[in-house]
């Protein structure tokens, strides 16, 4: 199986729509900004991450924590 980690759901929709094979993801969360401590489990990364892009990702119709948890499953 093959994934593609793009950088916005625009583009997760615009390759959907092709007949590129694989699924796809969109990792909203830019990781040079703000914090990515190491020694903590993903749970807890995901809650300081979510905090840190809350506001940036009020486009979304959900939370930042809910769709980061979503997104991991």
């Known amino acids: 199986m093959t994934l593609h980690v793009v950088n916005h759901r625009s ?3 615009s390759l959907s ?3 590129l094979a694989g699924d ?7 990781l040079f900004e703000g914090a990515v401590p190491g020694g903590i ?3 807890e990364l ?3 991450r ?3 892009h809350g506001e940036s990702l009020r486009d979304y119709s959900i939370d930042a924590l809910t769709y980061f948890t979503a997104r991991d499953y």
């Open 11 to 13: 583009v997760v929709g």
């Open 50 to 52: 979510s905090s840190i």
């Open 24 to 30: 796809f993801i969109s990792w909203d969360d830019p």
């Open 46 to 48: 995901r809650r300081i």
């Open 17 to 19: 729509a092709t007949d």
């Open 41 to 43: 489990d993903e749970r």
